[in-house]
């Protein structure tokens, strides 16, 4: 019985170790730059194994040695323009997502802009603060720890 008891809890922290350290991503969110959609403290879960990526995905990602979290503008092979008005063109046309804070270019990209095959462009929802794909160009998707699946709000627990 007691041998049963601890096959049983061993299988289920192995089980729970490769959820965890294989399949899930579990971190906080830190700063504003994805205001107002994730706030300073939420806790974001996110999937390790995507492979596929869309328009509008959250996604974390590495750069400059520093987890961040994004919102995929753009992936491979589409042409990504900012206009002088601060608007943001993906292949022509006018992004549809919703966005609060107009586009400006950083300096860092020159437009239009073909995002490499492979690659995801990816922008801060509060867009005129903290780096972006504006700033070091597009990321590749080995870069890409995961897509946000689940945010919990954490504030004032």
């Given amino acids: 019985m007691a041998l ?3 096959t049983r809890l ?3 922290a192995a089980a729970l170790t490769v959820l965890l350290g ?3 991503l579990v971190t906080q969110a ?8 994730v706030k300073d403290g939420d806790l974001l879960i996110a999937y390790r194994l995507q492979r ?3 328009q509008d995905d959250l996604v974390l990602y590495r750069q400059e040695g520093v987890l961040r979290l994004g919102r995929v503008a753009a992936v491979g092979g589409d042409v990504v323009m900012l206009e002088e008005d601060g608007t943001l063109r993906v ?4 992004h549809a997502g919703e966005v609060l804070y107009p586009t400006y270019p950083a300096g860092g990209v020159t437009y239009p802009y073909t995002v490499p095959e492979g690659c995801l462009f990816i922008l801060n929802d509060y867009r005129t603060h903290g780096r972006d794909s504006r700033h070091f160009g597009a ?3 080995q870069d890409a720890a995961g897509k946000v699946i689940t945010l919990l709000r954490r504030r004032g627990l």
């Fill in 30 to 37: 830190e700063g504003q730059d994805m205001f107002p959609a």
């Fill in 52 to 54: 596929r990526w869309a």
């Fill in 139 to 141: 990321v590749p998707q």
């Fill in 4 to 6: 049963s008891l601890l």
């Fill in 91 to 94: 292949n022509g046309t006018l």
């Fill in 22 to 24: 294989v399949v899930l």
């Fill in 10 to 12: 061993a299988a289920a």
